[in-house]
């Protein structure tokens, strides 16, 4: 006979539903504390590893605009590699702007529509994630242009299905829409629901929110640990949080060295002279603050 275990804990296993409900009682209590472990152990185990830019294999920066996405091939890529100029296979620079990945021109914008949605179609995660902020955005509509109306509904929708195909950033901005009160009633209590979901994906800003969240409950300890992961995934106000910890009396000077020492770490891991060009040259490329 298979068996199958208790979805919340784990620890007991049963032959079926009707099984379960009987021994509800006398497990419950058990039930909930166990489960409550597995879900800190889960918040706070090591995040996934930061994603490296395919061209120059360096670490994405943290900030969106030290990264690009390329609906032609799908690609994440570093302001860097964006800005620096494309070079055909004999190393003469072309000079028709094309995707410094898959060498794709520069589409029109009718063009950049058509493809972005090809992507939705087939399940990108990040395509989803970027047409769910133009909802949310009004991207375009209200310049006269062919955009998208703003539409919280629509957004939501989009941000729950790239979190589904993989994209935790998008369980962030729903997170924020129950922060906030944006296309849904605010409810503090499943804006932080969606944030710790995001947080466990390795979404470090979201990481940043639960720490301020746990600071002003008084939760010291706890606000201490998220800050601690957020400044090792590059998040500058984490530092900022941490000082404060520091100063307050809740942290140590240990523990605020080591927060300057993980940020250091972080510029190191991002830092390049391709991307210090193009950062000098727009502040679009900006990849840090």
Not at 82 to 101: H, L, M, Q, R, W
Not at 110 to 136: F, P, Q, S, T
Not at 158 to 174: K, S, T
Request: hydrophobic content about 30%; overall charge negative.
């Amino acid at each position: 006979m298979d068996l199958k275990a208790c979805s919340a804990c784990q620890l007991v296993k049963y032959c079926n539903r009707e099984c379960q409900l009987a021994h509800r009682p006398q497990h419950k209590r058990e039930c909930k504390k166990r489960a409550a472990e597995l879900h800190e152990e889960e918040l706070f185990k090591q995040p996934p590893p930061e994603e490296d830019c395919p061209i120059c294999i360096l670490r994405l920066p943290l900030l969106d605009s030290g990264r690009r996405y390329y609906t032609c091939c799908g690609k994440l890529i570093c302001s860097g590699c964006a800005y620096a100029p494309v070079y055909d296979d004999k190393g003469n620079i072309v000079t028709e702007k094309s995707c410094p990945f898959c060498r794709t021109p520069n589409p029109t914008n009718e063009e950049a529509i058509n493809r972005a949605n090809k992507r939705v179609e087939c399940g990108d995660a990040m395509a989803i994630y970027d047409l769910a902020n133009n909802y949310a955005n009004g991207v375009g509509h209200q310049q006269g242009r062919n955009g998208y109306p703003q539409d919280y509904d629509k957004a939501l929708e989009l941000y729950h299905r790239a979190a589904e195909y993989g994209y935790a950033e998008a369980y962030f901005n729903v997170g924020c829409s129950y922060d906030c009160g944006l296309g849904v009633k605010q409810n503090k209590k499943k804006a932080m629901h969606y944030y710790e979901l995001a947080a466990i994906g390795g979404c470090m800003m979201s990481r940043h929110n639960i720490g301020i969240d746990e600071e002003d409950a008084g939760n010291m300890d706890r606000a201490l640990k998220h800050y601690m992961i957020a400044v090792r995934g590059g998040v500058s106000n984490a530092v900022k949080g941490v000082q404060r910890l520091y100063s307050d009396g809740y942290a140590t000077k240990d523990d605020y060295s080591q927060a300057l020492e993980s940020y250091q770490a972080y510029l190191g891991e991002i830092k390049s002279c391709q991307r210090d060009e193009a950062a000098a040259a727009h502040d679009t490329y900006k990849y840090y603050e």
